[in-house]
């Protein structure tokens, strides 16, 4: 069987799955973004007490009970599957933390937390069948590739449905970060990556003491099993020692506060390369001289940061070096102390060698110890460092988009927007046999021919690559409708209907059997609501709804686009 194939036939059981059991935003049967629960009452739980919670949760009143419900429709062994990550069959709390904190909130579990791992479990369940799949020589792994993993996506629902890891089967790597946004790999190198390298460099110096401080030990009970023989040269030794051991752990603090702050100047380049790029990026001659006034405002303001970040880092690299004056000062303690450390050793060879060639044994395992971890710790920095680097190239791509989405940003990008929805209007763009095709359309889709629905797929475009711009302001391209209102909800733009009066340039969102959105392009005094939406009644399309029509009543709320855009 090819992958392709196989991806098909999979794609489209894990679809129904979704359709039946995820109960996502385009569902009537209710909203996984509602509600909210706290985290803590999950910390310890097994699966039995998990169970009971879920049912007592169930029988509440109002939004809690929909989050429970949710669960118990995805299922709630498969949930609990999914917060045991470890499997020990208990959720302790760094686990509950990493479920929790995909909003950004770790004290309690939000809809939008338990959205985020809903798909993941599909995804995962996708990723364990191909596995299986994979030993039971069933299909090659060598045809494993990225690009049907992106059809495989574009299959069950487009950008909102992604896998945030990699799997890897007989030596071949199925990943998914072609789908990461730059955003997500930025945040997994800073949040994931660098941390655990700086933790196994920690690991490492620790490890290293711990087994110097044994051998120390070591030394510390031969010259007290041979004190009369050794009389005061063991005990000059043993002195002559403490002095060693006491500078080794002053220049292990060293080395630790040492990194500590190249870690913060790590960060403060990150950040500085961010601001710079989109301080470069940033147009004060564009045509709106509203958006002009507003750049040159930001050009000052990122100018201050820069450098205050670069006065910062002046002073970190001042103390690093006077960290590494002192801790070459304790160096040089240490050789001299080692160096009459050995006349010592030697004096003891003369009067007892059986003894000296014992303590040399294991002063010679002292060394090699040392020059281990001096070589694994050398490693990682140069690790840290790459990873640094490429920390670096993010943070200046996003401080580029940013720069460049601010010299559109406001009304002139509302008014584009709403300038190229007329413009496809008036083309008369539609379906050419109903099944979501037609060139035009295509481009909406930035060329791909994928046939799925395409309304998310055209306001991305009037945002986007419509101005020649990738809308990195705001929701960037998505094809999905959830997955624009859970980015704008994400970021606070998003309002249900009732609580918001929409501008022109604004997007609705509608729910009914499956979810839609349409760029406003007017609100009349009544309250009735005029649109440019793609995909309606299979043609980009002029509508309206009054209050209380049925239209009206799919209405589900609003992606604020101008207070995103203005911010």
Not at 89 to 101: C, K, P, Q, R, Y
Not at 356 to 366: D, G, P, R, V, Y
Request: hydrophobic share 30%; with cysteine.
């Amino acid at each position: 069987m090819s992958l392709n194939s196989f991806l098909t036939k999979l794609g489209s059981l894990i679809k129904t799955q979704f359709q039946d059991t995820q109960i996502d935003t385009t569902s009537q049967v209710s909203n996984p973004f509602k509600g909210s629960i706290d985290a803590s009452i999950f910390a310890g739980a097994d699966i039995d007490s998990f169970k009971e919670t879920i049912a007592k949760g169930i029988k509440l009143d109002g939004d809690d009970s929909i989050f429970y419900q949710n669960i118990n429709e995805a299922g709630v062994e498969d949930v609990f599957d999914y917060f045991d990550k470890n499997s020990d069959g208990v959720i302790d709390e760094e686990e509950l933390n990493n479920v929790a904190s995909v909003d950004g909130k770790d004290s309690d579990i939000s809809g939008y937390d338990l959205n985020y791992a809903l798909n993941s479990m599909a995804y995962e369940n996708l990723l364990d069948t191909f596995d299986e799949q994979v030993k039971a020589g069933k299909i090659d792994p060598q045809e494993v590739n990225s690009q049907a993993f992106n059809n495989y996506t574009s299959n069950i629902g487009g950008s909102n449905y992604k896998n945030y890891g990699s799997q890897t089967q007989n030596g071949s790597t199925i990943s998914s970060e072609q789908q990461y946004s730059t955003k997500e790999k930025l945040d997994k190198i800073e949040n994931e990556e660098i941390p655990e390298l700086e933790e196994k460099k920690q690991e490492i110096i620790d490890k290293a003491q711990s087994d110097i401080d044994a051998k120390n030990e070591e030394l510390d009970q031969l010259l007290k099993d041979n004190e009369e023989k050794l009389g005061k040269l063991g005990e000059d030794y043993s002195k002559k020692q403490d002095e060693i051991q006491e500078s080794d752990k002053k220049i292990n603090e060293y080395d630790s506060q040492i990194s500590q702050k190249q870690s913060e100047i790590g960060k403060n380049e990150g950040t500085l390369a961010n601001l710079e790029a989109e301080l470069g990026a940033i147009k004060t001659d564009t045509n709106d001289e509203e958006v002009n006034k507003t750049n040159t405002e930001r050009k000052t303001e990122l100018e201050s940061e820069i450098q205050k970040l670069k006065d910062a880092n002046s002073k970190l690299e001042k103390e690093i070096a006077e960290l590494e004056e002192k801790k070459e000062e304790e160096n040089k303690l240490k050789s001299q102390n080692q160096q009459e450390l050995n006349t010592i050793q030697e004096q003891i060879a003369q009067k007892n060698p059986e003894i000296a060639e014992k303590m040399s044994k294991i002063q010679e395992e002292i060394q090699t110890i040392e020059e281990t971890k001096e070589k694994d710790v050398t490693e990682i920095d140069s690790q840290i460092q790459a990873k640094r680097e490429e920390a670096n190239k993010y943070q200046k791509e996003i401080g580029q988009k940013t720069g460049e989405a601010e010299s559109l940003t406001g009304a002139k990008m509302v008014q584009d927007a709403l300038k190229l929805a007329e413009e496809e209007l008036a083309k008369g763009v539609y379906e050419l046999t109903g099944n979501n095709d037609n060139p035009e359309i295509d481009k909406y889709r930035n060329g791909a021919a994928n046939g799925q629905p395409w309304c998310a797929s055209f306001v991305s475009w009037i945002y986007g690559a419509g101005q020649n711009s990738d809308n990195a302001a705001t929701f960037g391209y998505d094809a999905s409708v959830s997955g624009i209102k859970s980015k704008a909800e994400s970021a606070g733009y998003y309002a249900q209907k009732g609580n918001y009066t929409p501008q022109a340039g604004d997007l609705m969102i509608q729910k009914n059997n499956a979810s839609h959105v349409g760029v406003v392009t007017g609100v009349d005094a009544d309250g009735t609501i005029h649109t440019i939406e793609g995909n309606s009644s299979d043609k980009v399309q002029r509508c309206s709804y009054a209050p209380g029509s049925s239209g009206y009543n799919k209405i589900s709320g609003w992606v604020k686009m101008n207070e995103w855009l203005s911010n």
